[in-house]
C-alpha cells in the first residue's frame, strides 16, 4: 500500500485572523512552498514514515505564532500529523514545516513505534 493510499484525510488548516476561504489557504500553502517556508507533503510523509510506523491519518498544516524552540523567531508553520500505531495507538507529531524537525510527540506508544 503507498503512503498516499495510507492517507486519509489531508487538512490544511491556517490560524490566522479573519474568515479565510479554502481557495486563500491553498494558494498560502502554495505560496510557502515556493518561498521555501515549507516542505511538500511528500517530504513529511517521507519523513514521518522513516521514524514511524504506523498509518498516517491526518496531516494539518498551521501558521503558528508561539514561540515552540524558543528562540524568539516564532514558530512559523507547523505540520501537525496523527498517526495510527500497530497497537493501535494515536500519536500526534508536531514537525518544523520547514526543517521537519521533530518539535513534540505526543501519545501512548510513541517509543514503540519508533523505528530502530
Partial sequence: ????????V?????????AATADDDDERARAAI???????LVQVLTKVESLYEGDILEVELEDEDDD???DGKGAGFVYEIKLLTPRGN???LELDAKTLEVLKVKGRGAEGARRR
Fill in 34 to 40: 515556493r518561498a521555501g517556508d515549507i516542505v511538500p
Fill in 10 to 18: 489531508v487538512g490544511f488548516l491556517f490560524l490566522a485572523p479573519g
Fill in 90 to 92: 494515536v500519536l500526534k
Fill in 1 to 8: 500500500m503507498t503512503r498516499f493510499a495510507k492517507l486519509a
Fill in 68 to 70: 515552540r524552540r524558543g
